[in-house]
């Protein structure tokens, strides 16, 4: 069976060797914005009359300038301002990179009718359905390669920005598009890599091209021919066959096992059981008796409560044929849970329900949390432990991550959750550098703390019997119109800077609501006013350190809509009842298929990623909540 390997991996390793920072390490922001970018390309030379670029320019008529123009103005109205709006909250913030973003968009524009009007000045007349024949954006690449002194055959898959192929001619031109300027080495490689899986996938490709094109702050192309790219190709197989470990040449392969666990790294690892490939047999055996051939790739990543299977298509099968037969083959491979059908780069994965599942101790993570830091204190709040086992964390510092929406049924682990995310952040601060407020209707959730150093003077446990939670949520507010005062006479604009310039810490704090239904069910008057102090905090509170964690067991459209909605972009879905619920939290269905105790999809900007929480247990709460 060939070695599978990604872009993705081989991009990684290229920036390594650059020197160049990891690869997603960039602001939420400007990741956002680029997968705009190229949401708006795909549309503008789409086949959708309505919102097609290329129709627009075809139709615009012979003056060139004037059908520039025209695109600019079509794809602000109908592709760009929706899509600003649509994710007002993320980009409120972030007003020169959205500048950037816009610049480089309309440069798209610029370039996208250089290459209409070059296709249609060709040898013949074109429509501008022709014209979309010859660009195809987001293209999936696969092809095998295997080289002299390979001990094995290497797949090598991805999802190149674009291919420029005019029908009836053997070439084509592999593109990929920049929104600004990042490591252009690497940026190269990608580029080079995609035009090697074109070319091995097509016969009589060998004059085929790539070109890089960047459109910020200027376009920039660099266009490089079959010949020039030659060399790089002959180093770019090196180094596959490298990572992939079939270099003969290569006695210490460079890459990692294949997620063989998804454990975190410092629990015991678990061997994959034959019991989990069997499941896999049935999984494709039930597949093809719906007449739908999958072909399992590999052993399953094994996680604490569900095994993650990467999988093949079969040919003239499409994903969503394979995502509409989840809950048959589910019924017939007899797992409690429907399978999850997801896209993870260029691969095909399924995650199916653990037979024997495991619970993640908090104590293995704890490591991960790093030192206490007295001055500044810790803004990362810890989310669940992913695929590779490595804890991941929203940073409340962040505009994407500031404020945190949780919602999930009974039995999903959502109460636990908060736990874990509070005990979290108190092993990384001090009660200098962190305050909680902690509001709980139920009487169940926080009742530990209740003595707790880390409460805020003012408000630290709300339960239901004390004073209106209004004044809570009202004295927060106050508390944020105090701090930007204090701001402002020291001439700071956040809760960084002001710490810097004063010399001494001023605790970030932290609201942690278990129920926030049961808050605003009671009266229409009160849930009003909760509304209100929710939208002031959401919006302005960032940056003077106040953050919100609200919870709530109804993700319903009259919970969710409103004050919620509109300021808490950063979402944690455990399991819930309906997959409209799990629309509502994470506009994507797919937590109605969790299988509860921490198991949950986190999204901020992009697709849901799914984690399992670890689990604080009773003795190691009395320890850090009773003595804290």
């Known amino acids: 069976m060939p070695v599978e390997l990604s872009v993705k991996e081989v991009r990684e390793e290229l920036s390594r060797a650059a020197g160049a920072a990891e690869v997603g390490g960039g602001e939420r922001a400007t990741l956002l914005l680029g997968r705009l970018f190229h ?6 030379i789409g086949r959708d009359p309505g919102r097609s670029g290329v129709r627009v320019l075809m139709e615009a008529g012979p003056d060139r300038e004037i059908a520039s123009e025209r695109l600019i103005a079509h794809l602000y109205r109908v592709l760009v301002g929706p899509r600003l709006a649509r994710h007002h909250a993320h980009l409120r913030e972030t007003t020169p990179q959205v500048l950037v973003f816009w610049q480089a968009t309309q440069n798209l524009a610029r370039w996208l009718a250089g290459i209409t009007w070059a296709l249609v000045d060709a040898d013949r007349p074109m429509s501008w359905e022709e014209v979309t024949q010859a660009l195809h954006a987001e293209v999936s690449l696969a092809c095998e390669l295997r080289e002299p002194g390979w001990t094995d055959t290497v797949r090598l898959v991805g999802i190149a920005d674009a291919l420029l192929h005019v029908p009836g001619k053997p070439h084509f031109c592999a593109l990929e598009l920049k929104l600004g300027r990042a490591n252009p080495a690497v940026d190269l490689g990608q580029a080079a890599l995609y035009r090697l899986i074109a070319a091995r996938m097509s016969r009589g ?3 085929s091209a790539l070109a ?3 459109f910020s702050p200027e376009i920039e192309e660099t266009l490089i021919s079959a010949a020039q790219v030659v060399e790089a190709e002959a180093r770019l197989l090196a180094l596959i066959g490298t990572l992939t470990g079939v270099a003969l040449r290569s006695p210490a392969p460079v890459r990692a096992p294949k997620r063989p666990s998804m454990t975190p790294t410092d629990a015991p690892k678990q061997k994959p059981q034959t019991s989990y490939a069997e499941l896999g047999l049935k999984l494709a055996r039930a597949f093809r008796e719906y007449g739908r051939s999958i072909e399992i790739t590999g052993e399953p990543a094994v996680g604490p409560r569900f095994l993650r299977f990467e999988a093949r298509l079969g040919r003239g099968v499409t994903f969503d044929q394979i995502a509409r037969l989840t809950t048959e083959v589910g019924l017939k491979v007899g797992v409690g849970k429907e399978p999850i059908v997801s896209r993870d780069g260029g691969r095909l994965c399924m995650d199916l329900q653990r037979p024997d599942p495991q619970t993640v101790p908090f104590s293995v993570v704890v490591a991960a949390l790093g030192p206490r830091d007295t001055r500044h204190g810790s803004s990362r709040l810890p989310l669940g432990v992913d695929l590779d086992g490595k804890l991941r964390f929203a940073d409340l510092a962040s505009p994407i991550n500031a404020h945190v929406l949780v919602a999930g049924t009974t039995g999903s682990g959502k109460t636990e959750w908060l736990r874990m995310a509070i005990a979290g952040l108190m092993h990384a601060n001090t009660p200098e550098t962190l305050r909680l407020v902690l509001v709980d209707p139920k009487l169940s959730a926080f009742l530990e703390l209740r003595r707790s150093r880390y409460l805020w003077p003012k408000h630290g446990l709300w ?16 508390e944020m119109d105090r701090r930007y005062k204090a701001f402002g006479a020291l001439g700071v604009d956040d809760l960084t ?8 810490p001023l605790p970030r704090i932290v609201l942690f609501c278990d129920e926030y239904f049961a808050l605003i069910s009671q009266d229409r008057q009160q849930r009003k006013q909760i509304e209100g102090a929710i939208s002031l905090l959401g919006a302005k509170a960032r940056a003077a350190g106040i953050h919100l964690v609200i919870a709530t067991q109804q993700p319903s459209r009259q919970v969710i809509q409103g004050a919620l909605d509109s300021n808490m972009p950063c979402r944690v879905g455990l399991m819930t009842q309906s997959a409209i619920e799990s629309r509502m939290i994470l506009q994507a269905p797919g937590a109605e298929r969790l299988t509860g105790y921490g198991d949950l999809l986190y999204k901020d900007v992009g697709d849901p990623i799914r984690l ?3 689990y604080l247990s009773a003795e190691e709460r009395a320890r850090m909540f009773g003595g804290g």
């Open 463 to 478: 339960v239901p019997g004390d004073k209106d939670v209004v004044e809570v949520l009202e004295d927060l507010v106050d």
């Open 212 to 214: 890089l094109v960047r």
């Open 39 to 44: 949401e708006v390309f795909a549309e503008a």
């Open 205 to 207: 490709a060998g004059a």
């Open 612 to 614: 399992q929480a670890p």
């Open 497 to 504: 800077r002001f710490v810097e310039k004063k010399g001494r």
